[in-house]
């Protein structure tokens, strides 16, 4: 399968136009015109992830985190950047980010993570937003949906402590840091993968927890003080499932070898 044929069949899921406009998501390195028999999915593009797909003659690399965001003034081998960049180009591995266009996207990530809960209840999805986008690689109009969060509201109330050890065993992770009371009940579940706090007080009053990663000390410190509860589930262990989730994606339409590429957690307890 050509590149560029990936490549419509991922802008059709994960449409480019509801990523955030600060973000950069898309083609970033390579060639759409070449044949792509083996994938890698990642959330990162690492040292090991590039290794990896050069060691597995992967010929396309498909990431969650873009290899390049902001702008580049140089890539030389003297910054490990600009290594793992020239190592895909010497390799001709091209890499495909897909960011906050597949966290928004109905049945991105925020889903994913938020159905592998398997909490009973209703899921609504925050500040949804429908429209009408030209595919230009199909050349076709398409229908694009996505929204902001994902809100479980549950058939019943349950423990904050039962939702925290549901959290862990559900995503395979060993702990999660919380503001609240393990005691209180509740049956309003908001979401958003990865560093989500700044969505916090648009759902606020729609909810009774609110999941998501990166929570800065004095984000918590208010929400203690306004009696609100929040659960850090992490950044990586909130999003590193992406690769579960592309695997499933791709394998709807890719008929070639796809390997899953996993990293140890970032930060480790002490």
């Known amino acids: ?100 266009n597949s966290d928004f996207a109905i049945n991105g990530l925020n889903d994913f993570i938020m159905d592998k809960l398997n909490l009973d209840g209703e899921k609504i999805i925050f500040n949804e937003h429908e429209f009408e986008d030209y595919n230009p690689i199909k050349n076709k109009m398409e229908h694009v949906r996505g929204g902001l969060a994902r809100i479980k509201i549950l058939n019943e109330k349950m423990k904050l402590g039962d939702l925290i050890e549901r959290i862990k065993d559900s995503l395979g992770i060993s702990y999660v840091r919380y503001v609240g009371n393990k005691n209180s009940y509740v049956r309003k579940i908001g979401l958003v993968t990865g560093g989500g706090s700044s969505f916090m007080y648009e759902v606020a009053n729609r909810i009774d927890v609110f999941l998501t990663g990166d929570l800065r000390y004095h984000e918590a410190l208010d929400a203690l003080e306004e009696g609100r509860i929040l659960v850090d589930i992490g950044h990586f262990e909130s999003e590193y499932l992406f690769v579960d989730m592309m695997e499933q994606e791709m394998g709807k339409f890719f008929r070639g070898e796809m390997i899953r590429h996993f990293e140890d957690e970032v930060f480790k307890l002490g």
């Open 1 to 100: 399968m050509k590149l560029w044929q990936i490549m419509g069949e991922l802008q059709t899921i994960f449409s480019p136009k509801i990523a955030e406009d600060w973000d950069n998501v898309g083609f970033l390195v390579g060639d759409n015109t070449r044949e792509i028999n083996k994938v890698l999915f990642c959330l990162d593009v690492t040292e090991k992830a590039v290794q990896k797909a050069v060691d597995n003659n992967v010929d396309l690399i498909i990431s969650h985190h873009p290899v390049i965001f902001s702008g580049l003034k140089k890539i030389t081998n003297e910054t490990v950047h600009g290594r793992k960049i020239l190592k895909l180009i010497e390799n001709k591995i091209a890499v495909y980010s897909i960011h906050t």
